[in-house]
């Protein structure tokens, strides 16, 4: 059974820095794309950035330049490093393994099928 499992969120002012964590296991890590999506109060869900099974990465243009998505296949865990955070980041973070190995990455939620329960994290000005 596939699990994944996010942790480092938290409370932080304006211009701080936060890691987001997410280990998995349940299918072979390394030959999966994983992504972090984000849920803001009274917002849907939105991409935030993912790392393909082959190490490229991709983000949505309002994290470009302030948050760093990286993988360890040896822990089978993605990292979110956010940094220069904004009120505008207060959201439930989730990461996501995506449907199908060594498939195109997709910005899609939709394209993936396990996801972590969420982990809060708020930016105060």
């Known amino acids: 059974q596939v699990q994944l499992v996010e942790s480092g969120g938290g409370l932080v002012q304006a211009g701080g820095s936060l890691r987001l964590s997410c280990v998995t296991t349940?299918?072979?890590?390394?030959?999966?794309?994983m992504a972090w999506f984000r849920q803001a109060p009274g917002k849907e869900r939105e991409f935030v950035a993912f790392?393909?099974?082959?190490?490229?990465?991709y983000y949505a243009d309002s994290v470009k330049g302030r948050f760093t998505i990286s993988r360890d296949n040896a822990k089978n865990t993605v990292f979110l490093q956010m940094n220069s955070l904004k009120p505008e980041d207060t959201a439930v973070y989730y990461c996501?393994?995506?449907?199908?190995?060594?498939?195109?990455?997709?910005?899609?939620?939709?394209?993936?099928?396990?996801w972590g329960q969420g982990t809060h994290v708020t930016v105060s000005s």
């Open positions: 790392i393909s099974w082959s190490g490229a990465t």
């Open positions: 996501a393994q995506q449907r199908g190995s060594r498939t195109t990455p997709r910005r899609s939620e939709y394209e993936y099928d396990y």
């Open positions: 349940g299918r072979t890590f390394s030959l999966y794309t």
